[in-house]
């Protein structure tokens, strides 16, 4: 096994030794316990599961309702898409079905087929594990969040804005999200990964 790994806080390279049991160890930098880990992998499947539970009502539900003068649209995430592609954004349309709907998904499929045993994926699980790692940096709900309460604000001024069941929705999914991040036992996983390697050859 490799001798050395990263602080999950602050990335700083560290060396692996074997504490003594009952011992607390620190990052010397940001004080971010490293042993005893902390076994989050429990946890964040309950988030991945919350999160991916969340994903089809914050999907399907109504998110806002904008009113202007006598015409009122409902609009869903999805209906959304289509509404940008009729007024001629299909560039718009395609980046909120890329970044809104498609990769939050295949962020949280991806994220549970690392959360299986090892036994499972077998060699594939060294591919899922670098899925993971691309996708990391690639979901923006958060983003979209903020670009939704941009609107909501900037709107306000001359239509009247209804924020629907579906908002909600889709703010619970997004702290999951968040949470499937934190949680996220990265290091654990990888030395699974590399243990069940050994193991099979
Ligand atoms: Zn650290």
């Given at each position: ?5 990263l ?19 620190r ?29 089809f ?33 299909p560039?718009?349309a ?5 970044f ?5 998904f ?36 958060d ?27 889709l ?20 030395q ?7 193991q099979?050859?």
């Amino acid at each position: 096994m490799s001798s050395s790994f990263l602080c999950p806080d602050c990335d700083l390279l560290l060396s692996r030794m074997t504490y003594a049991r009952g011992i607390r160890v620190r990052c010397p930098r940001c004080a971010h316990v490293i042993y005893p880990c902390r076994n989050t992998l429990n946890r964040c499947r309950a988030a991945l599961l919350a999160a991916l539970i969340l994903f089809f009502p914050a999907n399907i539900i109504p998110v806002l309702t904008v009113e202007v003068g006598f015409s009122s649209q409902t609009s869903t995430i999805s209906t959304g898409v289509f509404t940008l592609w009729r007024e001629g954004m299909p560039v718009v349309a395609f980046m909120v079905l890329l970044f809104a709907i498609i990769v939050p998904f295949l962020r949280l499929v991806i994220a549970g087929l690392a959360l299986l045993p090892p036994q499972v994926l077998k060699r594939r699980g060294l591919l899922v594990m670098r899925w993971h790692h691309i996708l990391e940096d690639w979901g923006m709900v958060d983003i979209f969040m903020l670009g939704v309460l941009v609107a909501i604000v900037k709107l306000n001024d001359f239509a009247t804005i209804t924020v629907e069941r579906g908002f909600w929705f889709l703010a619970a999914m997004m702290v999951m999200e968040l949470r499937v991040v934190q949680l996220m036992p990265v290091e654990q996983l990888w030395q699974r990964y590399h243990k069940f390697q050994v193991q099979s050859q």
